[in-house]
């Protein structure tokens, strides 16, 4: 009966679950209508076949919760054993552009970097989703500016036209195995020096600034982002609440000057770049009130049901927002594990990155 009562009305809540299988709290938690999706984190992740069991167990309280991971490549990959492929930084990707001893002719390098980005964004995906995961937040579209330790290789580049290439080539591959994209963290996170996971970073740039450069892989990408995840940085010279609780930068600049139609996610609630927006209730009151349609509380379960418990949100937000997340949800089956082993794109996928001494 849950399933049906919820079925396609995602809440704008996203939260993670405890351990390697769903306990009572976990699923009081999913089952709230507030819930929308369900975030995994390493400690989830065991093998391939705990990991399906768990995406199954949550997909049959709530069909209509997208489950999502932070899944890069590099450091930020959460599924990294039991044949998940180790995946390359973005760095790598953006080595391969600037490499002129691969290349013939100029833009081969360019060519060959994009057909690597298309690869890794294909097996990410469909490795991702053959064990029941829906959506990856990926990729990082902030520029290497050689400041943020955070952001550091995770970056594609410090130029924000090669960043826009590979990021709109990986994205094509994410979409190849039937995934929606994230980019994120608007307007971003490169130039501010502090993690905003343990302190609250702050980025002096002007407006101006910031438009023509960070900024410009979300213009150029335009249509083919489906969700952006903003930056738990203080631009003062804009605003001087943090990007994912600003109307100026979310409404003013991403929805309304560049155009931007899908999902807003708040960077997570816990993080220590979120505590000026005060308690965890008003933390997303503002970020949804900022524009943000979905917002994400994680590793903190007692804050989570503080949100589940008095988040009051308006019939029309809701359902605002409500479109805008069915739209990430898969809309065509996955194959098994097994199946996309033997699947030619898959194999010429990885083929090529080993090829390009991306994986082993």
């Known amino acids: 009966m849950a399933q049906n009562l919820h ?55 709530r069909s209509d919760v997208l489950i999502s991971i932070d899944h890069e490549g590099g450091r930020v990959q959460r599924c990294k054993a039991d044949g998940f492929t180790h995946l390359p930084t973005m760095r790598k990707l953006g080595e391969i552009w600037m490499s002129k001893s691969q290349a013939s002719l100029p833009a081969e390098s360019a060519a060959l970097a994009m057909a690597a980005a298309t690869a890794c964004g294909y097996v990410l995906a469909a490795e991702l989703r053959a064990c029941g995961v829906d959506f990856s937040f990926t990729p990082v579209l902030d520029l290497d500016f050689g400041r943020s330790a955070v952001i550091g290789d995770r970056s594609f580049s410090r130029d924000p036209q090669i960043v826009f290439a590979l990021a709109k080539s990986l994205n094509e591959g994410l979409r190849m195995a039937g995934m929606a994209n994230c980019g994120k963290h608007f307007p971003g996170h490169g130039w501010a020096e502090a993690d905003s996971h343990i302190a609250i970073p702050v980025d002096e740039r002007s407006l101006e600034e910031i438009l023509n450069d960070d900024a410009k892989p979300y213009e150029w990408l335009d249509l083919s982002l489906a969700a952006v995840m903003p930056a738990h940085v203080i631009y003062p010279k804009v605003d001087k609440l943090p990007a994912g609780f600003s109307k100026i930068w979310l409404h003013s ?17 816990s993080m220590e770049g979120a505590s000026v927006a005060g308690s965890v209730v008003k933390g997303a009151e503002l970020a949804l009130d900022a524009g943000c349609d979905a917002v994400l509380i994680c590793n903190r379960p007692d804050l989570a049901d503080e949100l589940l418990a008095k988040l009051k949100v308006s019939a029309a937000k809701e359902s605002e927002s409500r479109l805008r997340l069915n739209r990430l949800m898969p809309t065509a089956s996955a194959a098994n594990w097994d199946e996309l082993q033997k699947q030619a794109e898959y194999q010429h996928a990885k083929g090529l990155l080993v090829e390009f001494g991306l994986i082993k």
């Open 253 to 269: 600049v991403l929805r309304q000057e560049l155009g931007f139609q899908g999902v807003i996610f708040s960077d997570d609630l």
């Open 7 to 61: 079925q396609s009305s995602p809440g704008p809540v996203t939260l993670d679950v405890i351990g390697l299988e769903l306990n009572a709290e976990d699923r009081r938690r999913i089952l709230h209508p507030l819930t929308g999706g369900v975030i995994l984190f390493g400690r989830n992740f065991s093998n391939r076949k705990q990991l399906s069991k768990l995406t199954a167990e949550i997909k049959k309280l």
